[in-house]
């Protein structure tokens, strides 16, 4: 099992710049989850997909984010501008559903994102 | 309101010693699922060990056991033995119902073990 795959792993970008961050969920994982890690408000989560469906982005902090899963393999989440506020680690994780309070989640290894 | 409290930011440990790592958390669901995941320096997530509410024994895994006392909200990690390759942030976490039907997991802010050799 290959795990979650996220890429890139590191980002570096200029204010401003849109940033797309692309993650592939373990096959067969039902729910995905976009999750954002900064020293200051630590592991948040940013938005949640059942089926490629947005269940919850109640986390997602303005406008300037946006969160797609156009099909059961792939998901984005795009910073249209960024700012250097957006500066984190951002993970995404799956896990085979949510039913069930001991369903794990799988995490990818995470996206390092500066934005100077 | 904080669902899962931390209270140690740092903590050092020697070698072949044992650690505890303090969570507890808030919850009014009868059902739910208390986590934690290591963190190494290079910042994958690890799953390490489960315990359920209703589970009446003590999770264990390898040099991992969770202390679990119910009435007082307490999901404590003891790591055994500890190694080297020990010192990371680890993190409690739990799942539970409180505002949807799914089980969503919810992070507390981290404790950073460093083992000393």
């Known amino acids: 099992d290959a795990g979650v795959i996220q890429s890139p792993r590191h980002e570096v970008t200029e204010m401003g710049q849109e940033v797309t961050l692309r993650c592939k969920p373990i096959s067969g994982h039902d729910y995905l989850f976009w999750y954002r890690q900064t020293m200051m408000r630590g592991l948040e989560l940013l938005i949640y997909?059942?089926?490629?469906?947005?269940?919850?982005d109640s986390g997602m902090p303005e406008d300037r984010f946006s969160a797609k899963m156009p099909n059961a393999s792939f998901s984005t989440l795009k910073i249209q501008p960024s700012e250097p506020r957006d500066s984190a680690v951002y993970f995404c994780?799956?896990?085979?559903?949510?039913?069930?309070?001991?369903?794990?989640?799988?995490f990818g290894s995470g996206t390092q994102l500066s934005v100077l | 309101a904080q669902k899962i409290t931390q209270t140690q930011p740092g903590m050092f440990v020697q070698e072949k010693e044992a650690v505890t790592l303090d969570c507890t958390y808030d919850?009014?669901?009868?059902?739910?699922?208390l986590f934690w995941y290591k963190q190494p320096s290079s910042g994958e997530m690890i799953f390490l060990i489960y315990q359920g509410s209703y589970d009446e024994q003590n999770a264990t895994e390898g040099r991992y056991s969770l202390n679990f006392q119910k009435a007082r909200k307490s999901a404590n990690l003891v790591i055994s033995a500890s190694q080297l390759g020990d010192s990371a942030m680890y993190f409690c976490?739990?799942?539970?119902?409180?505002?949807?039907?799914?089980?969503?997991?919810?992070f507390g802010a981290g404790t950073t073990v460093t083992v000393r050799a």
């Open positions: 919850t009014s669901d009868q059902s739910y699922g």
């Open positions: 994780a799956s896990s085979l559903s949510l039913v069930a309070a001991n369903e794990k989640l799988f």
């Open positions: 976490a739990m799942r539970d119902r409180r505002r949807s039907n799914d089980y969503k997991l919810s």
């Open positions: 997909f059942n089926n490629n469906v947005p269940i919850d």
